[in-house]
């Protein structure tokens, strides 16, 4: 099992850059991902690293602009965004999948969730 924790949204102009991090506690070696929901819609993945952090995968609409990254020595996952759209705009959630070897984007395979962080991107 492990806690997960998001950190670091808020407010951004188009254009801008933010980083999220993730925290994690307890056991912590799992693949996490990156998703988001925004406002009526349903929460899609935006991006995964794998326990190593050597595998990714990214959705096509922030492929180019957002990175994804972790340190396994101080147990976080980081999103890191660049040239933000308003449509990025939505609560950021982190979670870890129980699959050994997966590495995706689809909500249903992540078990442990955070509470999500708030990014707003508008001018």
């Known amino acids: 099992q492990v806690q997960l924790v998001e950190s670091g949204g808020g407010l951004v102009q188009p254009g801008g850059s933010l980083t999220l991090s993730c925290a994690a506690s307890?056991?912590?070696?799992?693949?996490i991902g990156w998703f988001r929901q925004a406002p009526g819609k349903e929460r899609e993945g935006v991006a995964c690293?794998?326990?190593?952090?050597?595998?990714?995968n990214f959705a096509d609409s922030v492929k180019g602009r957002f990175t994804i990254s972790r340190d396994n020595t101080k147990n976080l996952v980081y999103l890191h965004t660049n040239s933000l759209k308003p449509e990025d705009t939505g609560v950021y959630y982190c979670?870890?999948?129980?699959?050994?070897?997966?590495?995706?984007?689809?909500?249903?395979?992540?078990?442990?969730w955070g509470q999500g962080s708030q990014v707003t991107v508008s001018s």
């Open positions: 979670a870890a999948t129980r699959r050994r070897y997966y590495c995706g984007l689809q909500v249903n395979e992540y078990d442990f």
């Open positions: 307890g056991f912590t070696d799992y693949a």
């Open positions: 690293v794998s326990r190593s952090g050597a595998g990714t």
